[in-house]
Nanobody, 124 residues
Framework: VQLQASGGGLVQAGGSLRLFCAASGRTFSNYYMGWFRQAPGKEREFVAVVGFSGRITYYADSVKGRFTISRDNAKKTVYLQMNSLKSEDTAVYYC??????????????????WGQGTQVTVSS
């Protein structure tokens, strides 16, 4: 699976952005799809994950209630709708694909494939 993330940009605090991750390959629906982010000087951290059909979702506490992850298997695309953005949301956002596994551990080793990242900058 090859992943291409897009949709990042500069936004004021309190604003919204929608990230996109387009996948290639025939087995998109066989993967859990997630978003991680990495701020300068920090380790990559888990943001959200969505299950095979889109019914199962799980979020990091820091984004719960503000971010929504979803997927469209027909379009082989996963989305991350980000509302009420804060300066601490500033990071490079990466989409990832992996099998059903311990995504609730929120570690990067659950993912087998990674996109190239898209920059999100929130100005205060």
């Amino acid at each position: 699976v090859q992943l291409q993330a897009s949709g990042g940009g500069l936004v004021q605090a309190g604003g919204s952005l929608r990230l996109f991750c387009a996948a290639s390959g025939r087995t998109f629906s066989n993967y859990y799809m997630g978003w991680f982010r990495q701020a300068p000087g920090k380790e990559r951290e888990f943001v959200a994950v969505v299950g095979f059909s889109g019914r199962i979702t799980y979020y990091a506490d820091s984004v719960k209630g503000r971010f929504t992850i979803s997927r469209d298997n027909a379009k082989k695309t996963v989305y991350l709708q980000m509302n009420s953005l804060k300066s601490e949301d500033t990071a490079v956002y990466y989409c990832a694909a992996g099998p059903l596994g311990d995504w609730n551990k929120q570690t990067t080793d659950v993912a087998d494939y990674w996109g190239q990242g898209t920059q999100v900058t929130v100005s205060s």
